[in-house]
């Protein structure tokens, strides 16, 4: 289980790292060249045997339904029930909402406008959350200042945050995960969210779906020191089963040379299949989420899961997948683990191959092999 009193060293920055002689093909912009590499950084230590592992969790929004008030006693309680689940040396989530005191929304009218109290900010990091993912369709809710009140407090809280930013420079800025094992590189990048939260050169936003900002993703995790490169994307219909259109954006991630690829953004559990030897995790499904879910109106369960990647020096890398009840209408707005017989079940339904193991299932992948 992770340490909750983390003894690994964590730092975020921001770092330029120079393209000269590296090989890679710059970010283009408008069709200019970028002249260095952004990237967020975090490090991480190994464990005495070199072994590593970095976890997903779907979406994650503090706010809403039960979980209105700015009592961080309340917080936490929302988080208990899955703060011991945390397993990664470090852990993203996605996060759909911007934290923020302002109430000012993007699109005044919008039928889902999210906002979260930026005490959430450290009620996620002191559960063991290390990294925000904010490249959805809910990062630009409160407008640019509920943007970067978000990466303010994220950082206050000694998070990083990714996927988002005041142009599209700064949201298309890579994740990386340094350790001794290697360098992961995640790109946060996902469908086109509307004209007011696309970023672009001098407008703040998110990374929209192409097969340039695809590729360029992936050129820029691996100019930055990327070993592997993860994208972790936000794609599909809310409650839906996998569409046609994530499976066309998984092949185009795979063909621009992704290792691994997790998605999130339907608020349901999806299958975890495999192009090549790429595996793609379609959704996570929710993991904390303050509203009420509509999963029986669309007859689905209400169950999401926690992806963790496990590197080792000497054996092929682990998926290791545990699931948890998101339903609010059943906990409570206390998302906790499935029971066994739902473990059965939600497994044998994302991928038979799982092998379950007490309350986490896994397998193995030919993914993230140590660097020569």
């Not at 630009?140 to 990714?162: E, K």
């Amino acid at each position: 289980m992770k340490p909750t009193t983390r003894d690994r060293l964590l730092m975020v920055t921001a770092l330029a790292v120079s393209l000269g002689g590296t090989g890679a093909i710059a970010a283009n912009y408008g069709g200019k060249q970028a002249p260095e590499v952004q990237a967020i950084e975090v490090w991480a230590g190994n464990d005495a045997e070199g072994k590593w592992s970095v976890q997903f969790v779907g979406d994650t929004m503090l706010g809403n339904g039960e979980i209105r008030t700015l009592d961080p006693l309340a917080l936490d309680a929302a988080l208990s029930g899955v703060a011991p689940l945390f397993d990664g040396d470090l852990v993203i989530a996605n996060a759909e909402g911007p934290m923020t005191f302002s109430e000012q929304p993007l699109i005044p009218g919008k039928a889902f406008s999210h906002r979260v109290a930026p005490q959430a900010a450290w009620a996620l990091s002191k559960a063991g959350v290390d990294a925000i993912s904010l490249g959805n369709n809910h990062s630009m809710d409160m407008g640019l200042i509920g943007l970067q009140d978000t990466i303010r407090y994220a950082r206050n809280a000694g998070m990083a945050s990714f996927g988002a930013g005041n142009n599209l420079a700064e949201a298309e800025r890579p994740l990386m995960l340094r350790t001794e094992a290697g360098t992961i590189g995640v790109v946060a990048i996902g469908e086109n969210f509307g004209k007011l939260s696309k970023a672009d050169e001098v407008n703040p936003g998110t990374v929209v779906f192409s097969p340039e900002a695809v590729q360029r993703g992936y050129d820029l995790a691996r100019a930055a020191g990327a070993d592997w490169v993860i994208g972790y994307v936000h794609w599909g219909d809310n409650y839906t089963d996998t569409t046609p259109q994530q499976r066309y954006w998984a092949q185009v991630l795979v063909d621009a040379g992704y290792d691994v690829i997790v998605g999130a953004g339907s608020h349901i559990a999806e299958k975890i299949e495999f192009i090549g030897d790429v595996p793609v995790a379609y959704g996570l499904g929710n993991f904390v989420f303050g509203t009420r879910g509509r999963y029986e109106s669309f007859g689905k369960q209400g169950v999401g899961l926690m992806l963790s990647l496990e590197l080792s020096p000497s054996a092929p890398t682990q998926m290791a997948v545990r699931c948890v009840v998101t339903d609010n209408r059943i906990n409570g707005f206390l998302t906790q683990a499935c029971t066994a017989p739902q473990m059965v079940g939600v497994m044998s339904e994302i991928n038979p191959a799982l092998q379950i193991q007490g309350d986490v299932a896994r397998m193995p992948c030919r993914c993230l092999e140590p660097p020569e």
